[in-house]
């Protein structure tokens, strides 16, 4: 099993910075990708950005060029670090592991954290 806790969420002004932090444990070898995704009031949820284990990142037309995904295998966290933060990204912002199957070549979830608020407004 993979259990997955994040933090770092708030109240930030618009034009203003954040960083949320997902502590992953449990089965990490079995982690194929992480992401993160949000979801607002009366709305699905969206994948924001995701990391693949061997580095590839993608993230949603939205956030290019102001969020960044990383990870440090070290403390086995992973980043997403939210710049010039905008009314519309408030939600609450999940962190997700997958894993994929090369039998079947289809991604299947792993986990799900408990979700952190990020509000942005003035």
């Known amino acids: 099993q993979v259990q997955l806790v994040e933090s770092g969420g708030g109240l930030v002004q618009p034009g203003g910075s954040l960083r949320l932090s997902c502590a992953v444990s449990g089965s990490i070898l079995s982690i194929n990708a992480m992401g993160w995704y949000r979801q607002a009031p009366g709305k699905g949820r969206e994948l924001v950005a995701a990391?693949?284990?061997?580095?590839?990142?993608n993230y949603t037309e939205s956030v290019k060029g102001r969020f960044t995904i990383s990870r440090d295998n070290a403390k086995n966290t992973v980043y997403l670090q939210m710049n010039s933060l905008k009314p519309e990204d408030t939600a609450v912002y999940y962190c997700?592991?997958?894993?994929?199957?090369?039998?079947?070549?289809?991604?299947?979830?792993?986990?799900w954290g408990q979700g952190t608020q990020v509000t942005v407004s003035s």
């Open positions: 990391i693949r284990s061997e580095g590839i990142t």
């Open positions: 997700h592991a997958a894993t994929f199957s090369s039998s079947s070549r289809a991604w299947y979830d792993l986990a």
